[in-house]
């Protein structure tokens, strides 16, 4: 019993001093320069940084929002729209996340593309689809002969090796997914495709969580709709700077028939740790 009580009254006294310390450190009575202000608040500074430890830290490789405004130019926002929001997770929402397109339409599924040519090399510009789980491909590429390829599109310049969450800068990435037009037939949904394919930031073509909102996890959301019967309209538009060769990011847009899923995202062509030229392609890791 003696124990319990000397237990609590130290308890009761860590508890007092603790109010007492931050009092002093936020009183403005005491200057900043005090010795027992300054006391106070490495006593508090610790006293966080040892309830931390241990807890997980968020390590999606996300980029910060910094980085990710890195590429809004004026000329990129215009593109975009007139609101632009930071998604707190490595994206922006455009237009309070809502869409222009129209996906209670009878037409049946399909998928195009549009490309240019940029200093005589062709890049895709858009695609648009609508997309049913008719056409959803749940098989793997190796089985229907869609696996990898040597193929490079336009201003790859590839660095492996890599430390931090990506070891690589940059896929082949596609406009429309596999997963999600695989099953369209005289589509080609290969990995070679220029149409289709993109030069893209490893990053910005894989994240796929809550906290770090790459292409695949826009992409997630459509299979998820398709998986439960949906129809939706999708479109995704590569947003190029100038005569850049390389985009600067990824505008998606998706809304189901039944109002269910809807997005207007800008997910922006970069990756921590690393700068790209967008003019060349050219990619090297930042001091």
């Known amino acids: 019993m003696r124990k319990k009580r000397q237990k609590s009254i130290i308890s009761a006294l860590v508890f007092l001093v603790t109010v007492i310390t931050i009092a002093v450190v936020n009183s403005g009575a005491i200057p900043d320069k005090s010795p027992l ?64 397109l129209k996906a209670d339409v009878a037409n049946v599924p399909y998928a195009t593309n549009k490309t240019k040519y940029v200093r005589g090399e062709k890049v895709p510009t858009v695609a648009n689809a609508l997309l049913s789980k008719a056409i959803r491909q749940y098989e793997s590429r190796e089985k229907t002969g869609n696996g990898g390829s040597s193929w490079r599109p336009a201003g790859w310049h590839q ?5 931090g969450d ?34 893209q930031a490893a990053w910005a073509n894989q994240a796929n969580s809550q906290e770090s909102t790459g292409q695949n996890y826009y992409e997630t959301l459509v299979r998820k709709a398709l998986d439960s ?31 269910s899923l809807e997005f207007n995202v800008f997910v922006p062509n970069v990756q921590n740790g690393l700068v790209f030229d967008y003019y060349s392609g050219e990619v090297k890791e930042s001091s």
């Not at 985009?247 to 847009?253: K, M, P």
């Open 37 to 100: 202000k300054q006391v106070a608040q490495f006593v508090l500074k610790t006293d966080n940084e040892t309830s931390q430890a241990g807890k997980s830290v968020d390590t999606s490789g996300r980029p910060d929002q910094v980085l990710a405004e890195s590429v809004l130019t004026a000329e990129i926002k215009n593109q975009l729209g007139k609101k632009i929001e930071w998604n707190q997770a490595g994206a922006f929402i455009i237009n309070n996340n809502q869409t222009s």
């Open 159 to 163: 660095l492996t090796d890599l430390t």
């Open 166 to 199: 990506y070891d690589h800068a940059v896929d082949r990435g596609h406009l429309l997914a596999y997963s999600l037009v695989g099953g369209l037939k005289g589509f080609d949904a290969s990995m070679s495709n220029s149409d289709n394919i993109a030069t």
């Open 229 to 259: 019967k949906k129809r939706v309209r999708y479109r995704v538009t590569l947003i190029y700077q100038g005569d850049n060769i390389l985009a600067s990011g990824v505008h998606l847009e998706a809304k189901s028939s039944d109002g």
